[in-house]
């Protein structure tokens, strides 16, 4: 069964810092591994990835996978506190298309 | 607004109702997913839909649940005689069928549902 870990759980920092978020994965024959930032809403989709080693950025936010070892990182540099939000981790599997997804590490940035 | 749009937004109901809930994906979508948010926890899948085939069930959904696509486009999601566990955010999302991008799905506003 796949199963999907993100650490830490909730994390408090000033703006202008830059975090890291963790997520593990395990899943049957990985296909991608998403990023989404959920405030009281729904998610919001960041980025997917499917090959290891390969950065993706989009301004302020980073994400890489290492396909060896089973794990992404999501990056914020010089965050604000718009930042402020859950991040959601999900992976899939080849034969399936369904998201499993974490439990999200709840950030918060305070002025 | 051309996002994935739920109706209705929140939901109230007694014990032993039925409910029914509106999904309409972003419109040049062919694959649309409901997943079901507990508080503190990530979505978890319910059901997919390619065009109007349900092609996966969770074991989550038990025999009174029931979704249907009946034209490929709107979806609905229906729970039976609803019992107070079924409080939870119900959400619908919608993706490509494009090799490459299947996977990036986006996601409605949800709808919250409260059994009393």
Known sequence: ?111 | DTGVSQDPRHKITKRGQNVTFRCDPISEHNRLYWYRQTLGQGPEFLTYFQNEAQLEKSRLLSDRFSAERPKGSFSTLEIQRTEQGDSAMYLCASSFGLAGRRNEQFFGPGTRLTVL
């Open chain 1, 1 to 111: 069964e796949d199963k999907v870990v993100q650490s830490p759980l909730s994390l408090v920092v000033h703006e202008g810092d830059t975090v890291t978020l963790n997520c593990s994965y395990e899943v049957t024959n990985f296909r991608s591994l998403l990023w989404y930032k959920q405030e009281k809403k729904a998610p919001t989709f960041l980025f997917m990835l499917t090959s290891s080693g390969i950065e993706k950025k989009s301004g302020r936010l980073s994400s890489i996978l290492d396909k060896k070892e089973l794990f992404s990182i999501l990056n914020i540099t010089a965050t604000q506190t718009g930042d402020s939000a859950v991040y959601l981790c999900a992976d899939s599997g080849a034969g399936s298309y369904q998201l499993t997804f974490g439990k999200g590490t709840k950030l918060s940035v305070i002025p």
